[in-house]
Structures are given as structure tokens and as C-alpha cells.
């Protein structure tokens, strides 16, 4: 199985990050551009459709989306049924 690197940067609210915090950010970045993205059962690739309806709800969309994954998450018939229609 090939193995993934995955990039975790942990900023505070109301801190902002340092010059090196940035730089490693950036240097980070710089090097994920050039490698492929990756979907998975995990981490499926969205469909441009579902993404505008999300960002048809205006400012806050990505909480929205947030909120939703958790409702689900949340809630075992909902994941029955997303399950069972695949």
C-alpha cells in the first residue's frame, strides 16, 4: 500500500503565526503542490456540483459543510443510508 504524508499545521485563533511558522507553512505547501492529490474511501474527491451548492449558502459555507459531516457522523441511520445507497 502506498503511504501518504500529510501536512498538519496547528495555528491559534487570535495568534498569529510566526516568520518561521510561515516560512515552514509555505515551504510545506510549496512541496505538496507537486505531488498529486490522493482520494480515498476516507477522502473522497467532491463533485464540483455539491461544492456550489455549498457555496451557493454565502460566507460560512465551510462551517456549514463542517457541521453537516458531524450531524452525520453523529448519526448512525444517516450513515446506514448514505452506506446502503452506494
Excluded: F, W
Amino acid at each position: 500500500m502506498r503511504q501518504h504524508n500529510t501536512i498538519v499545521s496547528t495555528v491559534k485563533v487570535g495568534k498569529k503565526p510566526s516568520n518561521e511558522e510561515m516560512k515552514r507553512i509555505r515551504a510545506e505547501l510549496k512541496e505538496a503542490a507537486k505531488h498529486p492529490i490522493v482520494y480515498t474511501d476516507d477522502c473522497p474527491e467532491s463533485t464540483p456540483d455539491v461544492l456550489e451548492k455549498y457555496k451557493s449558502l454565502g460566507n460560512g459555507y465551510t462551517g456549514i459543510m463542517a457541521d453537516v459531516l458531524k450531524l452525520a457522523a453523529d448519526n448512525p441511520e444517516i450513515l446506514r443510508k448514505v452506506h446502503i445507497g452506494q
